[in-house]
Antibody
Framework: QVQLQESGPGLVKPSQTLSLTCTVS???????????WSWIRQHPGKGLEWIGY???????YYNPSLKSRVTISVDTSKNQFSLKLNSVTAADTAVYYC????????????WGQGTLVTVSS | DIQMTQSPSSLSASVGDSVTLTCRAS??????LNWYQQKPGKAPKLLIS???SLQSGVPSRFSGSGSGTDFTLTISSLQPEDFASYYC?????????FGQGTKLEIK
């Protein structure tokens, strides 16, 4: 059973960089399998927004709405992948989820529990 | 971007009722449509992929249908644990987008 767990600061100051890490257990990122390792966020009381994803080899795809501020990276030796979002504002306050995107039909089949990141001075 | 519109935004129903939730895409997405259930404070849970494929372990009272731009999620004989928010997601192209959700509440 694949499990994902987000970690990182819960409070970030405006204009700074939000940094989160997702640790994967029960499966290896480097096994490939057509999976893409994803970040998704949910603003308080709102819907879900796909941020981007990365493959085991480091290929990335980002939501164009965030692309200029987002970097997703992978560390296969630690079985982790990470999100950096720079120049944050209060509008980036959200629950951030990491998830696995399957191959084929591209659904998100495994999710972390989510972590609330608040942008405030 | 493909816009996903869910209706209704909220719905009140009773245990034992059957309900149908609707999701419409702004352009054809074939059957690249997935449904998730989310309970308060929890991550979304995948229920149905490819418009109608029930995930392992999901009760058979959940069913999905549709193709192109119009999709439905039907829950027959509602159980207390089904009261939650439901989101559709198109996986046809990037950026993947979600509907705004339907909140299913107990009447």
């Amino acid at each position: 059973q694949v499990q994902l767990q987000e970690s990182g600061p819960g409070l970030v100051k405006p204009s700074q960089t939000l940094s989160l890490t997702c640790t994967v257990s029960g499966g290896s990122i480097s096994s490939g399998g057509g999976y893409y390792w994803s970040w998704i966020r949910q603003h308080p009381g709102k819907g879900l927004e796909w941020i981007g994803y990365i493959s085991y080899s480091g290929s990335t795809y980002y939501n164009p709405s965030l692309k200029s501020r987002v970097t997703i990276s992978v560390d296969t030796s630690k079985n982790q992948f990470s999100l950096k979002l720079n120049s944050v504002t209060a509008a980036d306050t959200a629950v951030y989820y990491c998830a696995r995107r399957s191959s084929g039909w591209n659904y998100f089949d495994y999710w972390g529990q989510g972590t609330l990141v608040t942008v405030s001075s | 971007d493909i816009q996903m519109t869910q209706s209704p935004s909220s719905l009140s129903a009773s245990v034992g009722d059957s309900v149908t939730l609707t999701c419409r895409a702004s352009q054809s997405i074939s059957t690249y449509l997935n449904w998730y259930q989310q309970k308060p404070g929890k991550a979304p849970k995948l229920l149905i992929s490819a418009a109608s494929s029930l995930q392992s372990g999901v009760p058979s009272r959940f069913s999905g249908s549709g193709s192109g731009t119009d999709f439905t999620l039907t829950i027959s004989s509602l159980q207390p644990e089904d009261f939650a928010s439901y989101y559709c997601q198109q996986s046809y192209n990037i950026p993947y987008t979600f509907g705004q959700g339907t909140k299913l509440e107990i009447k």
